[in-house]
């Protein structure tokens, strides 16, 4: 393969090189944009097995990809995946090392946490959280949210609406219960102790469990406004019968 000399400046990153180890697939940013440079004009004989071949519409299929800013392909990403109450932070990065990635927990607090690398870019750590809901990962400008929780919430272990468990309090009480998809029941006012349901109704029994603690009443302007604006209507009002 023909390789073409180039020289990278200081911010680019050299993935790939070729003869006497000069740069073949350099990488880099210039504001928001981002650059990828194939330093050769033969990527096509790698399709035809020419020396062994090599994967040529992999790497310019990604090539492609990472310019357009894919997720997955960013080369400085910070995530986690949930097991449980269990998660595995995971930070991949060009650099040579990073530093602990603080972990925010639902009620607040923080946790450190140090990573471990496992391969090259790539660095992981275990985290247990002691309580269900959202934690947050923080390390240099990489953030990322996870929720933490059992693998099957108990509002999804039975989704299929029954009225079993309410049905001693139902029963003590003389009411019913109604489906809607057989149509939506009429509601009527009975008494304490009488039926409170039958055929296309429900019952509801007013209680009266209110307790009114504080009125305050606000007047909607200060007096000097409204006479103000009351001699300005009147005013308003004279001059213009007396011009008719």
């Not at 880099?28 to 994967?55: K, N, Y």
């Not at 509002?155 to 489906?179: D, H, K, M, W």
Request: zero cysteines; aromatic letters at 6%.
């Amino acid at each position: 393969m023909r390789q073409v000399e180039v020289q990278p400046n200081d911010s680019a990153e050299v993935l790939m090189t070729g003869a006497e180890d000069k740069p073949l697939l350099v990488l880099d940013r210039i504001g928001e944009g981002r650059v990828a440079l194939i330093a050769s004009d033969q990527a096509w004989l790698w399709s035809r097995g020419f020396e062994g071949g090599g994967p040529q519409l992999d790497l310019l299929r990604r090539l492609a990809h990472w310019m357009m800013k894919e997720p997955e392909l960013e080369e400085e990403a910070l995530w986690a995946e949930a097991t449980g109450q269990h998660m595995r932070i995971i930070r991949r990065t060009l650099e040579q090392g990073v530093g602990a990635v603080t972990v925010t927990r639902p009620d607040g607090t923080e946790d450190s946490v140090a990573l471990q690398e496992v391969s090259p870019g790539r660095f992981e750590a275990d985290y247990d959280g002691p309580e269900i809901g959202l934690y947050r990962l923080k390390e240099g400008d990489q953030e990322s949210v996870i929720g933490l929780g059992p693998a099957a919430p108990r509002e999804f272990e039975q989704t299929i609406a029954s009225g079993e468990a309410l049905e001693p309090v139902v029963t003590s009480l003389r009411g019913g219960e109604a489906r809607i998809e057989a149509g939506l029941p009429t509601i009527r006012s009975v008494g304490a102790g009488r039926p409170a349901a039958g055929r296309g109704w429900l019952g509801i029994t007013p209680r009266e469990a209110f307790e009114t603690m504080d009125v305050t009443r606000i007047p909607l302007l200060p007096p000097w406004l409204t006479l103000l604006l009351a001699a300005g209507f009147i005013v308003g009002a004279w001059l213009r019968e007396g011009r008719r």
